[in-house]
């Protein structure tokens, strides 16, 4: 089975591995330091602090802008649980508001009628390693004094006119395994916000500045030196890697143009990093991606119950009305991709999807995409 996703791993991480094992200084030290270092030079920002996963570095965000019960964030239903569930973690509020048909992004024209006086902040999730609207949300967060928090988890060195992901308010990176860049687990929160870099060092610490002085409630947060040094390594490749995702979606797009089917689009000005390679392939989405597994290539959903949708959620009464992340969840999946794919294996990737396509949609059936429109007019 061709996986959807697989690190990139090699002799570099192994010796990097080795040399912090060899040192006995394996906790958080010098190799968090330096990988803080870099990693707030290239998203341009003041301020990285590592954290252990993704999730913790949005809870910690959250908590240090100091939410709390009653407040609202305003963010998306087609997520990964984890931006929802760090706003739960605070006692706030959160606000599905709908996506975007074609990339799958907040819809930033349905921010504003979301707003009420209990609004703190609006959390884009930079879905699949597209930029959500910052031009729109930033305005908007501008005009009513809310804070924004970026879930980049997905989108490391995306841009938007020229800027990344994670520098347009405080951003939330994951290293998971399958991310475009790895410590296993470990994440990043960036931010030009000098009070709360401060507290969230303490926070993440235990709220310990000096030695066995508690200067407030905090916890472990933390990211090893090990997992550091992997992430060292792992930075060095990212461009090149990058690149890679790029044309493995150049390619895809290429193969895939005359289907009836909806594709990732990149509006003008951005830059898309290609986490996911997701398609619109309509009603037929679950046979197509039951002949996908069974010719070897690993489809996957992100994600088939939208969050607004899970029993946890709804059982606190958080209820919302999103067509188009119902549409999103009901008709897409996404395609390997990852640096290390090769392109016999994408060969064998593509036939299987015009196979399948051909099988349930025929020639000249389009899926029509979640805007309602044709696929492949829509996205194209
Ligand atoms: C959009 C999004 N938000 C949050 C997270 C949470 O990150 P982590 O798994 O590192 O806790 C992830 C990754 O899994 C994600 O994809």
């Not at 290239?42 to 570095?57: C, D, E, P």
């Not at 706003?87 to 930033?108: K, M, W």
């Not at 897409?332 to 060969?347: I, K, Y």
Request: aromatic share 8%.
């Amino acid at each position: 089975m061709i996986p959807i996703a697989r690190p990139d791993l090699g002799p570099e991480e192994l010796a990097a591995v080795t040399e912090v094992l060899a040192s006995g200084m394996i906790a958080q030290g010098r190799k968090v330091a330096e990988l803080e270092e870099r990693w707030a030079e290239f998203v341009g920002v003041r301020h990285a602090i590592a954290t252990a996963n993704g999730t913790l570095a949005l809870m910690g965000i959250f908590a240090g802008i100091g939410l709390e019960p009653g407040d609202e964030v305003i963010t998306v239903s087609h997520t990964f649980a984890a931006t929802a569930n760090a706003i739960l973690y605070t006692g706030a509020t959160p606000v599905f508001i709908d996506i975007e048909p074609d990339t799958y992004l907040i819809d930033a024209k349905k921010i504003e009628a979301a707003i009420t006086p209990r609004t703190r902040a609006i959390c884009p999730v930079h879905l699949f390693g597209l930029v959500a609207d910052m031009d729109m949300i930033r305005a908007i967060a501008d005009r009513h004094g809310l804070i924004v928090v970026e879930d980049a988890c997905q989108a490391h060195g995306a841009t938007f006119r020229g800027r990344k992901a994670g520098s347009f308010g405080h951003g939330a990176f994951s290293l998971y395994a399958t991310k475009n860049m790895t410590t296993a687990e470990g994440g990043f929160v960036t931010t030009n916000d000098d009070r709360l870099a401060d507290w969230l060092r303490l926070y993440r610490n235990q709220g310990m500045r000096a030695r066995y002085e508690f200067e407030m409630l905090g916890f472990n947060f933390r990211l090893t030196d090990l997992a550091a040094a992997i992430g060292l390594a792992q930075f060095e490749k990212l461009a090149r890697n990058t690149a890679r995702r790029q044309a493995i979606a150049a390619t895809y797009d290429e193969a895939f143009g005359e289907l009836p089917i909806g594709l990732p689009i990149t509006p003008d000005g951005r830059t898309h990093v290609f986490h996911q390679y997701t398609i619109d392939v309509g009603g037929a989405r679950d046979a197509i991606v039951a002949d996908l597994r069974e010719a070897g290539v690993g489809a996957d959903i992100y994600y088939p119950i939208p969050v607004h949708r899970q029993e946890y959620i709804m059982e606190r009464g958080l209820h919302a009305d999103l067509p188009i992340t119902d549409l999103a969840a009901a008709r897409t999946l996404a395609l390997p991709m990852f640096p290390g794919l090769t392109d016999a294996e994408q060969a064998q990737v593509v036939d299987a999807v015009k196979a399948a396509v051909g099988r349930h949609l025929g020639a000249g059936g389009g899926a029509g995409t979640a805007s309602g429109a044709r696929a492949g007019v829509a996205t194209r």
